[in-house]
């Protein structure tokens, strides 16, 4: 046993006595750092983390960057790169990220364009990192336009604000691609194409008001909504005092160019001051939030006048897929707004923006309610009795004439969208009478990177349903609004949902928007159906009051990294073991917040199981199918046609979320290795009482409560031995073996070598 330790510490220094190469180049064209040096010089994007080089770990070298202390998402390493970067160039970029902690969590490679209130964000790449592996964010990205001089690359997370992580290896380049790319101004104008129909507009930021962006968006649009820079947050300096500087210059540009512009938005739950409503964790009295909203209302609106067509006065107040439309009071979002004045803020917000354009004669400026998930019929019937409602009311004090002149739909879809559920929607908010708004506008593929012909054909046939839908109703409809110029820039970027791609070309998306019907005559029934996720359940029986048990890592991981609202939050990883007992669930959730003080158990923070026993893919739930619930704080509920409440749970609260270990009895199963069920896994994440994001592994349509056809499939697999501990001096031997692996190829290379050139 003394010598076999012997032997492999000596091949494992053998095998690492060549220390890992560093690079950085001499030309401007390429720049990289391991941290082994001073090399480049990342800074901190906010106030309180903190960065430090580490010897603790690193991927090479002995040095790596950690990064510690954070409060926000968006806080972590930043790294100018100005002036290393040309116009209309591409560049690819490289960084090495490790989870400092014991959760799982989504870091996002970053570029921020311009400073302030007009600065861009623009996603490279996300991931989901561990603890335990290495995982390289990687991409590219083509600089169409550089702000203020100001260009920066960095490293973040999507939702987990605390969780402390390292970084290595960090390299930029310039890419192969050519720098003569041009927009393609041969195309049939969209603006032109829809003159007869509705306008056609797009998201902008300063970074779509020069070069080559702003050619392509002259070409096809003739309205603008501003995407960050007209949120209540940005109307404010440090001192609370309105400042509209940044804004403004903005909105000249757009003026300039001769965009109609759409505003957006007065009165929101996010992107707001907090002061506003809460002043140290204690909501205002109805009075004073009240007359917080009427002033930056009356301020807002006055400092646009008429450079304004619509605003958006009240964004995403309705809850997600809402039990009882009817009673929309009941069903709002639980926003500080809501707790702080009441039930009413909507009405009033809106009786304040109109008062204040019939004051200064601005009446023909349009009102708009604007709400995602506008295809779920449940939220699109609370809406509508709301408008119905607050309008009504309206009408018998000022007959003939509206309070909320439009609905908008934002228009965040996916693949798995229903287009007939998007008809639904307008034929309902057309029967009220208001202008109907298509607002932000994009349609995600099925997978991240870059698309298949498939997942673009798919894509593309859902833009002409919607578009041909648009079409028959174009005289409600008033704008069609792209969230987004082109997949590079989009906020859900990694999932290219836009019409043009990263070098600004044109893809299918935009020839079915162009001509819907000849489109679908062409393609119908050539899409790509839905791929269904497969993974597998190792055989084991853990230990389910233990935080961590060996077991679960003899089982795959399953990432939860698709999101079924337009937001994107909380997200984690799951695995799953199995005996002839139960199925045993293991969820680790990176979120940075726990909120459960929802009304409905789906509206708090919590995890889902989905499991069908039979693997029938059936489309409503019978013996043998249930959905499991378990909130952040242990709380067990379950889906309304699961029978089974038996089941055990136990969550660990973490530094980066929560866990949760369910334990579910088979019900009528006897399960064997090679069976296979249906299975998901789903997590909710919760603010203020309503549920803002889903992550899940493999359904996208949210229908999986009812309907277990859109289940994933999980395989049971049984690996004699699994589960059993190696004793020492087994593990020597395979480590022994391992090594002598390695070095037994090395040597038959190098006596192969000898021996050719000996025959030579």
Do not use: C
């Amino acid at each position: 046993m003394k010598k076999l330790k012997q032997i492999l510490i000596i091949l494992t220094l053998v095998l690492t006595i060549i220390p890992p190469i560093q690079v950085r180049a001499d030309n401007s064209d390429e720049w990289s750092t391991s941290f082994e040096d001073d090399g480049l010089m990342f800074e901190p994007r906010g106030d309180n983390e903190e960065l430090e080089v580490t010897g603790d770990d690193a991927r090479t070298g002995e040095y790596s960057l950690r990064v510690s202390e954070r409060s926000e998402p968006w806080n972590g390493p930043s790294l100018r790169i100005e002036e290393q970067i040309e116009q209309s160039v591409e560049y690819t970029f490289s960084v090495w990220a490790k989870i400092d902690g014991e959760a799982t969590a989504d870091l996002q490679l970053s570029t921020q364009i311009g400073e302030g209130d007009n600065a861009s964000y623009q996603t490279i790449d996300s991931q989901s990192v561990s603890p335990r592996d290495w995982v390289q964010l990687q991409g590219t990205y083509r600089y169409d336009a550089i702000v203020d001089n100001f260009v920066t690359v960095y490293v973040e997370t999507t939702s987990n604000a605390t969780v402390s992580y390292l970084i290595d290896d960090f390299s930029m380049e310039r890419a192969d691609s050519a720098t003569d790319v041009s927009v393609q101004t041969d195309l049939t104008p969209l603006k032109d194409i829809y003159e007869d129909y509705f306008l056609i507009g797009n998201a902008v930021s300063m970074t779509e008001m020069e070069g080559q962006r702003l050619d392509l968006l002259r070409h096809h649009h003739n309205l603008v909504t501003a995407e960050n820079a007209m949120k209540p947050e940005y109307a404010y300096d440090s001192s609370r005092s309105f400042n509209f500087n940044d804004q403004q210059r903005l909105v000249d540009r757009i003026q300039e160019e001769g965009f109609y512009l759409h505003g957006h938005v007065l009165v929101w739950h996010q992107q707001s001051p907090e002061w506003l409503h809460t002043v140290d964790g204690q909501l205002l009295s109805r009075e004073e939030a009240l007359e917080n909203m009427y002033t930056h209302i009356e301020e807002t609106i006055i400092h646009y006048g008429d450079d304004v067509i619509a605003w958006e006065v009240v964004n995403e107040a309705m809850n997600d897929n809402p039990r009882d439309p009817e009673n929309w009071r009941d069903m709002l979002r639980r926003s500080d707004w809501y707790d702080a004045i009441g039930d009413d803020y909507l009405e009033l917000a809106y009786r304040k923006a109109r008062e204040v354009l019939d004051e200064n004669g601005w009446e023909e400026v349009k009102l708009y309610y604007n709400d995602y998930n506008d295809d779920n019929q449940s939220k699109s019937r609370a809406i509508y009795y709301m408008v119905q409602e607050i309008n009504e009311t309206y009408a018998e004090e000022n007959p003939g004439e509206l309070l909320i002149d439009g609905v908008g739909m934002q228009g965040h879809y996916n693949a798995s969208t229903i287009a007939d559920n998007v008809r639904q929607s307008i034929e309902r908010f057309r029967e009220l009478g208001v202008e109907i708004g298509v607002t932000e506008l994009d349609i995600t593929s099925r997978s991240s990177g870059e698309l298949s012909e498939e997942e673009e054909l798919a894509q593309a046939l859902l833009y002409a349903e919607l578009f041909a839908i648009y079409k028959e109703h174009a005289d409600v409809i008033s704008r069609v609004t792209f969230w987004g110029l082109n997949d590079a820039t989009s906020w859900r970027s990694e999932n290219n949902p836009l019409l043009f791609d990263e070098n600004l070309q044109a893809k299918q998306a935009y020839y079915a928007v162009a001509d819907p019907e000849a489109f679908l005559a062409q393609h119908q029934g050539n899409g790509e159906a839905a791929e269904v996720r497969t993974g597998q359940a190792a055989y084991g029986t853990p230990d389910l009051s233990e935080n961590t048990d060996d077991l679960w890592e003899n089982s795959e991981e399953l990432n939860l990294d698709r999101y079924q609202l337009a937001w994107q939050g909380a997200t984690g990883s799951g695995r799953v073991l199995w005996d002839e007992d139960n199925l045993y669930v293991r969820i680790q959730v990176s979120d940075s917040s726990r909120s459960v003080t929802g009304e409905n158990p789906w509206e708090q923070d919590s995890v889902e199981v989905f499991v069908e026993e039979s693997f029938d893919r059936s489309t409503s739930y019978e013996t043998g199918a249930g959905q499991y619930r378990v909130n952040a704080e242990g709380e067990e509920t379950f889906g309304e046609m699961t029978d089974n409440t038996s089941i055990e749970s136990v969550v660990f609260e973490t530094e980066e979320g929560y866990v949760v270990h369910m334990a579910i009895p088979w019900v009528e199963s006897s399960p064997a290795s090679g069976d296979s069920i249906g299975f998901d896994l789903q997590i909710n994440d919760a603010d203020s009482g309503s549920r803002e994001s889903v992550a899940v592994w493999n359904d996208l349509t949210g229908q999986a409560f009812q309907n277990p056809s859109v289940f994933g499939e999980l395989e049971l697999v049984r690996v004699e031995g699994a589960g059993e501990t190696a004793s020492e001096e087994d593990s020597v031997l395979a480590g022994v073996l391992v090594y002598g692996g390695i070095v037994g190829v090395i040597l038959v290379g190098v006596i192969s070598v000898i021996i050719l050139r000996k025959r030579k």
